[in-house]
């Protein structure tokens, strides 16, 4: 028996090559999800998906990897992909659950929460950098996937300014740390103002910078956070699909594979647990 013709998506084919490949092969719905605040030592991790239509409405101006958008840019295209997507959700994932499950874990499991949101069920999903895999489908983890695939580009931007806008209302209940500027993310400013102020709640105290400056670095970084009593009132949902549409469990399809794009291979996700700084891309 002949094996089926390999498809082969050339970079110069620009952000819709690769859905367009997928698509002509028969996976006519293709989703993309990615994440936002890997990098942040405060703040939620958040991570999103989304469907694209096919042909011109799927065709979003400026959509591009959400970190090369200026902030004005990223509103824009994210206000173009809720109005356009067939499927779209976003998952907030807080920072007492990154320092309790681990950062990796975490992710993984955000964006395929994200994924099973989504109201159109995907035939075919793309993930930024890392395999996700339980998904019933078949998938492809694509390095630097928000530069290759408008459906990762699209998660990329919805997962950045959602999480933009709870750093900007976090910033009006703990104005010291300077989160409506930097975001969360390890700045100068932000490294000044955790050893002046000490961590708020919104801080990751799994990363060593910041238990560095709680004076709870000699601890095991799941037990590093302080035990806080938190009244029933006061537990906000961490989980919402931002399409506003019912939860799906996709089918199991068999056969199905998650996979590494070739050329450059994604290094190994730091755990959480480790003891080191969480540097990451400042978004």
Known sequence: ?????????????????????????????????????RGACAGPLVAAAAVLPEGKRGEIEQLAD???????????VYEQVVERALAWSVVIVPATEVDTRGLHVCNLSAMRRALALLSTPPEYVLTDGFPVDGLGVPGLAVWKGDRVAACVAAASV????????????????FPDYGFAVHKGYITEEHSAALKQHGPCAEHRFSYVNVAAVSGRGNRPPRAR????????????????????TASLVLPETPGSTVGVASGEQPQPSPSVGEDEAMEGEKR
């Open 66 to 76: 959400s970190k090369l958008l200026t902030p004005a840019a990223r509103e824009r």
């Open 1 to 37: 028996m002949l094996a089926p013709p390999r498809t082969v998506v050339r970079r110069e084919g620009g952000l819709y090559a690769l859905e367009r490949a997928l698509q002509r092969r028969g996976f006519r719905q293709v989703a993309g999800a990615d994440e936002a605040g």
């Open 225 to 244: 956070r302080p035990v806080q009593r938190v009244s029933p009132e006061s537990v906000q949902p961490v989980l919402f699909d931002a399409s506003a």
């Open 158 to 173: 919805l997962a950045k300014v959602t999480r933009d806008r709870i750093m900007v209302e976090m910033h009006d209940q």
